[in-house]
């Protein structure tokens, strides 16, 4: 299983940015694909899921502005963040588990991306 983030950068607080991770080695749509952040100094913590059927879930801080979605047809996962803060500058990780479901505990997944950093400036 290899996954691989982009999108990654420098954006003011305000912004934008859509992140994408690409898998491979595994069979794409039977996964459920996740995003997680991790700032200087904590833990790794759950951004958004999407299940192999759709099914979405959402840290309730990115809820209203974020949207996660899959495109099983280039084994791709997005998410698009709007309206950034400076303290969601961190690195972003995608990750992937054969689990029929939602994850949003991290111990649980199974396969880590190399993750990609976000710088949000104010």
């Known amino acids: 299983v290899q996954l691989v983030e982009s999108g990654g950068g420098l954006v003011q607080a305000g912004g934008s940015l859509r992140l994408s991770c690409a898998g491979s080695?595994?069979?794409?749509?039977?996964?459920?694909m996740g995003w997680y952040s991790q700032r200087p100094g904590k833990q790794r913590e759950f951004v958004a899921a999407?299940?192999?059927?759709?099914?979405?879930n959402y840290v309730d801080s990115v809820k209203s502005r974020s949207t996660i979605a899959r495109e099983n047809a280039k084994n791709t996962v997005y998410l698009e963040m709007n309206s950034l803060k400076s303290e969601e500058t961190g690195v972003y990780y995608c990750?992937?588990?054969?689990?029929?479901?939602?994850?949003?505990?991290?111990?649980?997944?199974?396969?880590w991306g190399q993750g990609t950093r976000v710088t949000v400036t104010s």
């Open positions: 990750a992937a588990d054969p689990w029929k479901g939602v994850l949003t505990v991290t111990s649980l997944w199974n396969y």
């Open positions: 080695g595994f069979t794409f749509s039977r996964y459920v």
């Open positions: 999407v299940g192999s059927d759709g099914t979405t």
